[in-house]
């Protein structure tokens, strides 16, 4: 059996003893992702928020949070997830479990899996003001991991960001393009090719 597990302290995934790369490690390695340009300042703020914007989401997704105590700067993006669910009748099946791929050799933490009205759905909750395009090969990186494990009437159907708009509602984009998948497997491909020959050095 497989020995795989997620560090917080230094934000890991170690399968038998060998760290992956995790999806988003492999798309900012090609570029793909990339906030380089954005002031530090604005960047650490934003990251701030929007880790405890996510904090908020799966307690109480997970049934845990005690809203009494939540900031009221984030109130309305849970308002948004709360009613996304609603509306789609969103029932969370997996919030934020890792998992890997023994085929790819990468990892990665998809926010939640659940069961909607379209099916078994994957959405991503963000709380940025607009959504990358990166989003979209991003979230085929999560699919094609967890779809490896899945039996073929539970695999992933739908691939869903969530744009939390900060007034309690939401703008999904639903990604329906399957070379999306084709488009992370060569940035996985590229990516182990240019460790290999040390053109990326690993920790």
Not at 95 to 113: C, F, H, N
Request: glycine share 6%; hydrophobic share 35%.
């Amino acid at each position: 059996m497989d020995n795989f597990y997620y560090s917080d302290l230094d934000h890991s995934y170690v399968l038998n003893g060998i760290k992956l790369p995790s999806v988003t490690e492999v798309l900012e390695a090609q570029g793909l992702i990339d906030y380089s340009r954005v002031d530090d300042e604005v960047l650490k703020t934003s990251s701030s928020f929007g880790s405890n914007t996510h904090s908020a989401i799966k307690l109480y997704l997970r049934g845990n949070l005690d809203e009494s105590s939540l900031d009221t700067a984030i109130r309305p993006y849970l308002d948004g997830v709360i009613k996304f669910c609603k509306d789609y009748e969103f029932l969370p099946i997996k919030i934020e479990q890792p998992v890997y791929s023994k085929l790819w050799r990468i990892a990665g933490t998809p926010d939640v899996i659940g069961l909607s009205k379209l099916g078994v759905t994957l959405p991503d909750w963000k709380s940025s003001t607009s959504i990358i395009p990166a989003t979209a090969i991003q979230l085929a990186g999560y699919e094609l991991i967890e779809n490896e494990w899945r039996v073929p009437k539970m695999k992933i159907k739908h691939r869903v960001s969530v744009l939390l708009t900060g007034d309690g509602n939401y703008m999904p984009t639903f990604y329906k393009d399957k070379s999306d998948a084709t488009q992370f497997q060569s940035a996985v491909n590229n990516y182990l090719w240019r460790v290999k020959h040390n053109l990326i050095k690993r920790g």
